[in-house]
């Protein structure tokens, strides 16, 4: 059986490279040579992804791509107003504008289809290294980022959809 170029073509997922994350969130944002991760983050069944990159304007490109710029991290802590909160001073100099790119997909293209379900920028996140793994909240099993933090003292954390908007929690140290 021999599938047509067509076919061929719907099939196949597309490359995320600065093309792709360009076409989604404009052109202030590049990826930082970390690996995306893919999974259901909002629980709706449709693969969504997360892409770590870095974005010198995160509120510049947001109406035109249609993406929404939150920031869990300074929520947690009192106060997340993206407007204020991007012009913070990064700990690490060369970290500043780290942003996780989130694509909650749509029917059966997921991620990758033509007008996805939502886009967000989550500013703000001291990540050195992201996984996606099962969290219990309120009895329900959800799919969360596990954040390994940048600093000294290892933290870990956590970023999660909690059927309205991410929220971020931080778990810890670890012992090393």
């Known amino acids: 059986m021999c599938l047509t170029a067509v076919q061929a073509q719907k099939t196949s997922e597309p490359i995320v490279d600065n093309a792709f994350v360009e076409q989604q969130f404009g052109s202030n944002c590049r990826l930082i040579g970390m690996p995306s991760v893919r999974g259901d983050l909002d629980g709706d069944g449709v693969e969504d992804i997360v892409i770590p990159a870095h974005c010198t304007s995160p509120l510049m490109d947001q109406a035109e791509n249609n993406y929404v710029v939150i920031d869990p991290y ?69 799919l969360a980022i596990y954040v390994a933090e940048t600093g000294g003292d290892a933290m870990t954390s956590m970023v999660y959809w909690d059927g309205k908007k991410y929220r971020y929690d931080p778990m810890g140290s670890s012992m090393e």
């Open 74 to 142: 300074d929520s947690f802590f009192g106060y997340g107003n993206p407007k204020v909160t991007t012009a913070f001073v990064a700990d690490d100099p060369q970290r500043r504008g780290f942003s996780l790119l989130v694509i909650h997909g749509a029917g059966p293209d997921a991620w990758h289809a033509a007008v996805p379900k939502a886009k967000f920028m989550l500013v703000n996140i001291p990540f050195r290294d992201i996984r996606l793994r099962k969290l219990q909240v309120k009895k329900k099993p959800r």
